[in-house]
């Protein structure tokens, strides 16, 4: 099961959207939050919810010039087994013009999907960039991981932490901050590869908007001014 780290093409939204065809319903590449906003079950449910979230990534891959996708490829199938999406801000993190890619629908005209609570998921977006403008050091570059999934059967392998890593690396280059908003399991994963957390960790009640549960983030950041310096570095 050697994995192998590449940048996404054009052709594997497609292929990522097939997965619904292929695998049980769920284990696919739909990321944060739209699997607590759209809960799938059935195959044709896992077809709808990926049809619509990867035609919405497609539309940032072609559009969103901060954007890099990348994926992890288990090179004994050819299959994609987890894929990120980094973004590079030169000037800082655009609070105009950021969240329409995330809160509006792809495809002008189509409607949002009547299964998907679309309050809640642009509640979330919303409420998460807001926080930023606080904790996020404002109008200076930086690197921004938005998007993490790996599907729910190729867990636990590593594929996530080749592409942390490779976000690592570019910010070590830079010498600029990278920042990403954890989901509570996934704390000690980033806190492995050098982020820190920043201030307290976020709890939102979704009661309100229709889910019972509370939503748990933790800020946070890796500066690589604190970094120790990689072997062979000069
Ligand atoms: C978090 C996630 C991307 C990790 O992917 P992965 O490819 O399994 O990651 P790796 O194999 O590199 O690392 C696995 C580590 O993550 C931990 N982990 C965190 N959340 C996990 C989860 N939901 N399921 C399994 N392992 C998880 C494991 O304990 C493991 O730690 P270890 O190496 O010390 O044993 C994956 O669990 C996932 O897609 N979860 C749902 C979506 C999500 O939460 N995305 C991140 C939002 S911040």
């Not at 919405?56 to 994926?71: H, I, N, P, V």
């Not at 570059?141 to 999934?149: A, Q, T």
């Not at 996530?160 to 070590?172: H, N």
């Amino acid at each position: 099961m050697p994995l192998r780290l590449k940048a996404m093409e054009l052709g594997d939204f497609n292929t990522m959207t097939d997965h619904a065809n292929i695998y049980p319903p769920g284990d696919d590449l739909v990321g944060p939050p739209t699997p607590i906003c759209w809960p799938v079950t059935t195959q044709s449910a896992a077809q709808s919810r990926l049809d619509f979230h990867m035609t919405k990534q497609k539309e940032r891959f072609l559009g969103d010039t901060s954007a890099r996708y990348l994926k992890i490829i288990d090179e004994d199938t050819g299959d994609i087994v987890s894929m990120a999406r980094w973004h590079w801000y030169p000037q800082g993190y655009s609070y105009t013009e950021g969240i329409h890619w995330e809160t509006q629908n792809a495809v002008e005209g189509r409607p949002w999907p009547k299964e998907m609570n679309v309050e809640l998921h642009n509640w979330i977006l919303m409420e998460r960039d807001a926080r930023r403008e606080q904790w996020q050091e404002k109008g200076k570059p930086c690197w921004i991981l938005m998007h993490l999934v790996t599907r729910a059967s190729q867990r636990g392998k590593g594929a996530a932490s080749m592409l942390i890593d490779w976000g690592v690396d570019r910010a070590r280059e830079d010498g600029v901050p990278a920042y990403l908003e954890a989901g509570a399991m996934a704390i000690p994963l980033y806190a492995k590869h050098g982020f820190q957390q920043i201030g307290d960790l976020v709890r939102s009640d979704l009661r309100r908007h229709g889910l019972d549960m509370d939503f748990v983030t933790a800020k946070m950041g890796l500066f690589p001014e604190l970094l120790p310096e990689v072997q062979g570095e000069e």
